[in-house]
């Protein structure tokens, strides 16, 4: 079946404006992650969904950073008047049930560039 | 609080030598641990986990790990290294009551004709 897929793969933008992350999980998959990949910071856990819930936001870095997730499918990660410092891959990652041990699922990432 | 720690940012070696990326983990319960391979430009893929049951867990691609809670390890090795095994590793953590998995820094694995 299809696996994890995101959109854009490539994003430009500049410092300042507001963008917008998708990522479409497995199908069935009722659990959903959103990690940060840097250079200087490797890789960084943002936000976790149960369903449309999410039990856990402590990664998220500033106010600037939302997520939301809607029937129990789809998650939008937006980022809010943009700085440098958040050039880097975003991962999304699901799984079945989102338990600590389970595979998670990776999509190939949406690559930002903050300019 | 649960950490990872990869020695060895770049590790190099020869075709068909022994391949060893090594991991060691904190955690204050009894950990999940799992092992990521991230190919150029694509997205992250298990080789291998671990979950309380075999210590000795063999994985995707030739590549086994062995958790030794006494020297809070878990390395990962494949006898024999390939050209397509370049790419970076990462060894990560999980703890029974969390919802998320905490990387480590990761390791380049270059081959070397």
């Not at chain 1, 976790?48 to 500033?62: E, H, I, R, T, V």
């Not at chain 2, 609080?1 to 770049?10: C, D, I, K, P, Y």
Request: glycine share 10%.
């Amino acid at each position: 079946g299809a696996g994890v897929s995101q959109s854009p793969s490539n994003k430009v933008t500049e410092k300042g404006k507001d963008v917008e992350l998708r990522c479409d999980p497995i199908s069935g998959h009722t659990a959903l992650y959103w990690y940060r990949q840097s250079l200087g910071q490797g890789l960084e856990f943002l936000i976790y969904f149960q369903g449309n819930s999410a039990p856990d936001k402590s990664g998220l870095p500033s106010d600037r950073f939302s997520a939301e997730r809607t029937g129990g499918s789809v998650s939008t990660l937006t980022i809010q008047r943009t700085q440098q410092e958040d050039s880097a891959v975003y991962l999304c990652a699901s799984s079945l049930g989102g338990g600590p041990a389970e595979t998670q699922y990776f999509g190939p990432g949406t690559r930002l560039l903050v300019l | 609080a649960q950490s990872v720690t990869q020695l060895g940012s770049h590790v190099s070696v020869s075709e068909g030598a022994l391949v060893l990326l090594r991991c060691n983990y904190s955690s204050s319960v009894p950990p999940y641990l799992f092992w990521y391979v991230q190919y150029p430009n694509q997205g992250l893929q298990l080789l291998l986990k671990y979950t309380s049951a075999a210590t000795l867990v063999k994985g995707i691609n030739g590549f086994e790990a062995e958790f030794k809670k006494s020297e809070t390890s878990f390395h990962l090795t494949k006898p024999s290294a390939h050209m397509s095994d370049a790419a970076e590793y990462f060894c990560a953590v999980s703890e029974p009551s969390a919802s998320k998995i905490i990387f480590g820094s990761g390791t380049r694995l270059s081959i070397r004709p």
